[in-house]
């Protein structure tokens, strides 16, 4: 299984990015995104899966959306905060080895 993402960058309060993850080397089940401020534990940011309802960290409802065509899971963000700011890290359940796998993470700074 292969990852892919990129979108991450340096972004103005207010403004608006979008991540991409590609994967590949699988069947893929839910499919999703965390993140990991500076000195902070990973947490989760949303989620999506074929067959349920896309879920969001409380924090980014109504402002982040996350998608996905085929193997390829997006988040579009949107009204970003500086506290937005963090290694963005997309992550893959692989339906015949039930394992999960992560993305090499990409970078997302919300300053002005």
């Known amino acids: 299984v292969q990852l892919q993402a990129s979108g991450g960058g340096l972004v103005q309060p207010g403004g608006s990015l979008r991540l991409s993850c590609s994967a590949s080397?699988?069947?893929?089940?839910?499919m999703g995104w965390y993140r990991q401020a500076p000195g902070k534990q990973r947490e989760f940011v949303a989620t999506?899966?074929?067959?349920?309802p896309t879920n969001y960290v409380d924090s980014v409802k109504g402002r982040f959306t996350i998608s996905r065509d085929r193997n390829t899971v997006y988040l579009q963000m949107s009204s970003l905060k500086p506290e937005d700011t963090a290694v963005y890290y997309c992550?893959?359940?692989?339906?015949?080895?039930?394992?999960?796998?992560w993305g090499q993470g990409t970078l997302v700074t919300v300053s002005s």
């Open positions: 999506t899966t074929s067959v349920r």
């Open positions: 992550v893959v359940h692989e339906r015949l080895t039930g394992r999960d796998y």
């Open positions: 080397g699988g069947t893929f089940g839910i």
